[in-house]
């Protein structure tokens, strides 16, 4: 029944220049990432050829400026891109974003001299970043965090011990955040690290639920020294610069979540069309379809979401207390739906045989990274009430 296959999303994209890069990713999609998706993310294996390939297309760089090897793209567009990568693999759409944050810092915060040096390469020239906020006694409490840069000369000195870090151990650099005065947020700077600087090192991946493919490690910082000049921004202002990537980031998991939402849906949609039991397909039962329906519903609605907070930030305007609004709404749409989709495929749905069970572990993280869900509805409750009293 071919009317009921699943359809490539109809986009709303504002030019002929998006349009093609949408068909562009679409082809990468569809021929490099998604079929060695399920075998790789089985074995463990991080496709850093496909980062390469994606480098080379001009993909890791969209949202920044073409003079320094980026894309020039609207935030709207940039989500998108993400989107479709997420659908055929979360690793893969999960990790442009993650290289996105982190070099956010030094294109939005970095001197035009750093960023002439540094920004090319890490954009179109194969390199891989990773973001370095989280500690093992410090995730939602990014402000309490513990490693410690301290300046000898030109240079500042990192000690210390990161935690949750996506690419942690095979990243070419490192977005870094460090204490460098007072306790809480106004004691924090950032800095640009070299993933083969001497006395950095990463623990062994972590053993996960889902995104296998991606690794998460510790990464720890034994006495490596960077000189003054990749200090990005002042210091003292690492913590704003944090927050600040953080609320771009957000979108970035948001889109992935319906990325990996709308591949669950599909999955669900294919399965509906062609099991037949009782005579007829099981996407003809009204139970089914009423649950199709709602799936695909909370995807369209986490989509405008994104897309609308993604206006805002392309606007210029505030967009904080949308983007968690976005991150919430998406990932809990994707955890929902994931679900949902092993239900509408019955004991298919938990064989590794059907991707639906993938989906469903991988959604879980999608609660969680980037500020649990916990503080997004906190962020959005101070952006209504105002700050919890003291």
Same mark, same amino acid.
């Not at 320094?68 to 567009?77: L, S, T």
């Given at each position: 029944?071919?009317? =009921?296959?699943?359809?490539?999303?109809?986009?709303?994209? *504002? /030019?002929?220049?998006?349009?093609?890069?949408?068909?562009?990713?679409?082809?990468?999609?569809?021929?490099?990432?998604?079929?060695?998706?399920?075998?790789?993310?089985?074995? &463990?294996?991080?496709?850093? !050829?496909?980062?390469?390939?994606?480098?080379?297309?001009?993909?890791?760089?969209?949202?920044?400026?073409?003079?320094?090897?980026?894309?020039?793209?609207?935030?709207?567009?940039?989500?998108?891109?993400?989107?479709?990568?997420?659908?055929?693999?979360?690793?893969?759409?999960?990790?442009?974003?993650?290289?996105?944050?982190?070099?956010?810092?030094?294109?939005?915060?970095?001197?035009?001299?750093?960023?002439?040096?540094?920004? *090319?390469?890490?954009?179109?020239?194969?390199?891989?970043?990773?973001? %370095?906020?989280?500690?093992?006694?410090?995730?939602?409490?990014?402000?309490?965090?513990? /490693?410690?840069?301290? $300046?000898?000369? !030109?240079?500042?000195?990192?000690?210390?011990?990161?935690?949750?870090?996506?690419?942690?151990?095979?990243?070419?650099?490192?977005?870094?955040?460090? $204490?460098?005065?007072?306790?809480?947020?106004?004691?924090?700077? #950032?800095?640009?690290?070299?993933? !083969?600087?001497?006395?950095?090192?990463?623990?062994?991946?972590?053993?996960?639920?889902?995104?296998?493919?991606? *690794?998460?490690?510790?990464?720890?910082?034994? &006495?490596?020294?960077?000189?003054?000049?990749?200090?990005?921004? @002042?210091?003292?202002?690492?913590?704003?610069?944090?927050?600040?990537?953080?609320?771009?980031? $957000?979108?970035?998991?948001?889109? %992935?979540?319906?990325?990996?939402?709308?591949?669950?849906?599909?999955? #669900?949609?294919?399965?509906?069309?062609?099991r037949r039991q009782f005579g007829k397909p099981i996407a003809?039962?009204?139970?089914?379809?009423?649950?199709?329906?709602?799936?695909?519903?909370?995807?369209?609605?986490?989509?405008a979401l994104y897309l609308s907070a993604a206006r805002l930030?392309?606007?210029?305007?505030?967009?904080?207390?949308?983007?968690?609004?976005?991150?919430?709404?998406?990932?809990?749409?994707?955890?929902?739906? /994931?679900?949902?989709?092993?239900?509408?495929? &019955?004991?298919?749905?938990?064989?590794?045989?059907?991707?639906? @069970?993938?989906?469903? $572990? @991988?959604?879980?993280?999608?609660?969680?990274?980037?500020?649990?869900?916990?503080?997004? =509805?906190?962020?959005?409750?101070?952006?209504?009430?105002?700050?919890?009293?003291?």
């Amino acid at each position: 029944m071919p009317d =009921r296959a699943p359809q490539p999303v109809d986009r709303q994209l *504002p /030019t002929d220049e998006a349009r093609d890069l949408i068909s562009l990713v679409r082809d990468i999609a569809q021929r490099e990432v998604a079929p060695k998706a399920a075998e790789e993310e089985d074995a &463990g294996r991080f496709p850093r !050829d496909l980062f390469t390939l994606l480098s080379e297309a001009g993909l890791l760089g969209l949202p920044y400026d073409s003079e320094y090897g980026g894309g020039d793209q609207p935030y709207e567009v940039y989500l998108q891109v993400l989107e479709e990568l997420a659908m055929a693999r979360l690793t893969v759409g999960l990790g442009v974003s993650v290289h996105t944050l982190a070099s956010y810092a030094l294109a939005a915060y970095g001197a035009k001299e750093q960023q002439a040096e540094h920004l *090319p390469a890490m954009l179109g020239g194969g390199l891989l970043g990773a973001y %370095c906020l989280s500690e093992p006694a410090s995730g939602s409490d990014a402000a309490s965090l513990r /490693t410690k840069a301290v $300046r000898d000369g !030109d240079d500042w000195v990192i000690t210390g011990t990161k935690a949750w870090i996506t690419h942690g151990g095979i990243a070419d650099f490192y977005t870094v955040m460090a $204490r460098t005065g007072e306790e809480g947020p106004r004691g924090i700077t #950032a800095f640009l690290v070299p993933g !083969d600087a001497e006395g950095l090192s990463a623990a062994a991946p972590e053993k996960k639920m889902g995104m296998k493919g991606s *690794p998460t490690a510790q990464v720890h910082f034994d &006495g490596v020294r960077v000189s003054d000049d990749r200090r990005i921004g @002042e210091e003292g202002q690492g913590f704003a610069i944090a927050l600040s990537a953080l609320d771009g980031g $957000r979108l970035g998991i948001a889109a %992935c979540a319906i990325g990996l939402a709308q591949a669950a849906l599909d999955e #669900a949609l294919r399965y509906a069309t062609e099991r037949r039991q009782f005579g007829k397909p099981i996407a003809d039962f009204q139970g089914l379809r009423f649950m199709l329906a709602d799936m695909a519903t909370q995807i369209e609605a986490g989509r405008a979401l994104y897309l609308s907070a993604a206006r805002l930030r392309d606007a210029g305007r505030p967009f904080a207390k949308q983007a968690a609004m976005a991150k919430l709404h998406c990932t809990d749409t994707a955890m929902r739906v /994931t679900t949902d989709a092993v239900q509408i495929l &019955g004991g298919y749905g938990y064989t590794a045989d059907f991707p639906a @069970e993938r989906y469903m $572990r @991988e959604a879980k993280v999608l609660q969680i990274v980037e500020g649990t869900n916990q503080i997004q =509805r906190m962020v959005i409750a101070r952006h209504l009430a105002g700050p919890e009293a003291r």
